[in-house]
């Protein structure tokens, strides 16, 4: 599982780096609209996601791709817990005490980012 998760990241570090990249920048050549299907013309608008859409169907002052947002507020959820659940050091220390294994207790909660190695 840490080998798929380590392929899946370099995936996603390789997109991120050509999405960024000055030398190379991106052409979008969607040809139809995400929401309605439909021929895209202008003005039409394209997400780094590749997800393009007319501006009419989109709502006003949308910043994020309706077709990915709800992945997106999920995995914002999970952070904003796990950053919730730092602060909680009595549960922390609950749960290496009922642990067999205190060690595995501590880097499990090391690999959802409750251990922050910087000074609050």
Known sequence: ???????ETTKK????????????????????CTACGGQL???????????????????ENETECPACARAHSTIREIRRANQMAADQHDLFLAEVQEAEDG??????????????????
């Open 103 to 120: 060690f595995g207790a501590t880097a499990r909660m090391f690999s959802k980012g409750l251990l922050s190695l910087q000074a609050p």
């Open 13 to 32: 570090q390789a997109e991120v780096a050509a999405l960024t990249s000055e030398e190379q920048p991106q052409v979008f050549q969607n040809t139809s």
């Open 1 to 7: 599982m840490i080998k798929s998760y380590r392929t």
């Open 41 to 59: 013309d202008l003005p039409s608008v394209h997400f780094m996601c590749k997800h393009s859409y007319h501006q009419r169907c989109l709502v």
